[in-house]
Each structure stands twice: as structure tokens, then as C-alpha cells.
């Protein structure tokens, strides 16, 4: 099953816009993962942020957390058609201290930016 | 520097019949994860591996579905007596260490199953 809630499940926008996502999950977790996947294919790593951290920046990327929540939120910065893909967010949930290691994967935002 | 690679990249099998699916992890990695793709949906995991022993094997869907890493390295994932509901792509992941840490995952191999 999936821990994760995104939304929105789509969204459009215009190039130079800024575009934002949200992630809500359910359990304690050692740290959240961004992840940008195109035409279904191969995940491609976009931002680690650990359950002790707030905020974390990479580039165009602003991710944020909030552990009271249960929830995280992308924002991409400045646009670009090429950013055109499906973004998930995923939990490295936790136990004791102790991370389970496997991911848990949201159903996505599908981000369609437009030239 | 050479990523985590799958073969094949597509695979078409009919129902009933037993398909292998390759996965190569960027070479030193210990850690190495199976998950599946429906279409429309979020990666779901299979089972990871430490080494060659399956440290977490709990999201194998039923017992049709078996996956080895032998030597540590390559890993293998077996489904027997195919489903229609078993086509998906099958992502692999590999880690440098292990819990917790970024995972970095291959292109992936869609089944289709008829």
C-alpha cells in the first residue's frame, strides 16, 4: 500500500511560473525523497531532506517538512518546459531509530509546464 | 560512471508462462531494491537485499514471485505462472551502504503480460 498523498494529482503551468507540490504520509520516517520520473521510466533522485531538518534547498528546488504535519511540499522555482515529468514524493520510514530502508512512494503530481 | 542498468528493457510474455528479470547495481553498492510500477501509480516495493541475503522481502505480492543476488552483486527477479496483473515495470534501486540514504534507480523493465 502507499503511505503518501500527493497533490496536486496535476498541474499545469506556464514557463518562469513557479510550480508546488505537496506530500502527506502517515508514519514516523528517518527522511522524505523527491524523485522525478519522465514517460514512466527510470526515477531520477532530486532531494534528500532528513526528519531533523526543516528546509533544504538544490538549485531551482525548495523543499520543506514538517514532522508535526506529517507533510512536505516541492516547490520548483523559475519553470522550465523541461521540467515537464511526473514528481513523487517517497518516506524512508523508521522504527526505534531504525530505517526500514525501503521507500514508500506517493501516486504523484503530474507537472506540465508549458513553453 | 556507469548507473544501475536492467535487461531486458521490455519484455512481452504470454500467461502462465516464467520470466527473469536482470538487475546490475552500480558496482560497490551493497544494498540493492526491487520495487513495481503500475501504470499511474507510484513505485510499490518488492524486497531489498543486503548483500546477498534478502533483508526485507515483504513486498513480494505472493509466493509466484522470488528474487536471488547470489554473489552480491547482480540480482535476479523470478515470477512463475504469469499474470495478466503482474504487467508492470520493474524498477531496481542500489545503495551505497544501505538504510537510510539516496537510492539510485535503473531505467526499469516493462512486462506485458498477454
Known amino acids: 500500500s502507499q503511505q503518501g498523498e500527493e497533490d496536486p494529482q496535476a498541474l499545469s503551468i506556464q514557463e518562469g511560473e513557479n510550480a508546488t507540490m505537496n506530500c502527506s504520509y502517515k508514519?514516523?520516517?528517518?527522511?522524505l525523497q523527491w524523485y522525478r520520473q519522465n514517460s514512466g521510466r527510470g526515477l531520477v533522485h532530486l532531494i534528500l531532506i532528513r526528519s531533523n531538518e526543516r528546509e533544504k534547498h538544490s538549485g531551482r528546488l525548495r523543499v520543506t517538512l514538517d514532522t508535526s504535519k506529517k507533510s512536505s511540499s516541492l516547490l520548483i522555482t523559475a519553470s522550465r518546459a523541461a521540467d515537464t515529468a511526473s514528481y513523487f514524493c517517497?518516506?524512508?520510514?523508521?522504527?526505534?531509530?531504525?530505517?526500514?530502508?525501503?521507500?514508500?512512494f506517493g501516486q504523484g503530481t503530474i507537472l506540465t509546464v508549458h513553453p | 560512471g556507469a548507473g544501475v542498468s536492467q535487461t531486458p528493457s521490455n519484455k512481452v510474455t504470454e500467461k502462465g508462462k516464467y520470466v527473469e528479470l536482470r538487475c546490475d547495481p552500480i558496482s560497490g553498492h551493497t544494498a540493492l531494491y526491487w520495487y513495481r510500477q503500475s501504470l499511474g501509480q507510484g513505485p510499490e516495493f518488492l524486497i531489498y537485499f543486503q548483500g546477498t541475503g534478502a533483508a526485507d522481502d515483504s513486498g513480494l505480492p505472493n509466493d509466484r514471485f522470488f528474487a536471488v543476488r547470489p554473489e552480491g552483486s547482480v540480482s535476479t527477479l523470478k515470477i512463475q505462472r504469469t499474470e495478466r496483473g503482474d504487467s508492470a515495470v520493474y524498477l531496481c534501486?542500489?545503495?551505497?551502504?544501505?538504510?537510510?540514504?539516496?537510492?539510485?534507480f535503473g531505467p526499469g523493465t516493462r512486462l506485458t503480460v498477454t
Open positions: 517517497a518516506t524512508d520510514a523508521e522504527a526505534g531509530g531504525t530505517s526500514y530502508g525501503k521507500l514508500t
Open positions: 534501486a542500489s545503495s551505497a551502504q544501505g538504510p537510510p540514504g539516496r537510492q539510485y
Open positions: 508514519t514516523s520516517i528517518n527522511n
